[in-house]
């Protein structure tokens, strides 16, 4: 997947909402988080068993629902539970153009 330039207000955006959802983790009682040597990736631990633990993307750990997790309970598994899916957006000059074929009763390119 290629990357795509964010803008300055979308990136703030970001770090603001990571700075947040870091410290709600920081603030769950039975799950740990820590830092990968590279500095690229985010861990989540469980503070019962720190063999149980689960690398994270910024972008991996910003879908997680921590509230959601919270209301499970805040254990490891509750957490882990609360990942959302990434929905693919797909732009809509593509859909446009797709549905402009179908309409003409081209076959898929």
């Given at each position: 997947m290629a990357k795509k330039f964010l803008g300055v207000h979308v990136a703030d955006k970001r770090a603001i909402d990571l700075h947040h959802r870091l410290k709600a983790?920081?603030?769950m009682p039975l799950i740990?988080?820590?830092?990968?040597t590279n500095g690229r990736e985010i861990l989540?631990?469980?503070?019962?068993?720190?063999?149980?633990?689960?690398?994270?993307?910024v972008d991996q750990f910003l879908r997680l629902d921590l509230q959601q997790a919270k209301e499970r309970g805040g254990s490891y598994i509750a957490v882990m539970d609360s990942l959302k899916r990434r929905v693919t957006q797909v732009p809509q000059r593509e859909v446009d153009e797709g549905v402009h074929?179908?309409?003409l009763g081209e076959e898929d390119r």
């Open positions: 983790a920081e603030a740990a988080i820590g830092f990968s989540l631990y469980d503070r019962n068993d720190y063999l149980m633990y689960r690398s994270f993307t074929r179908f309409l």
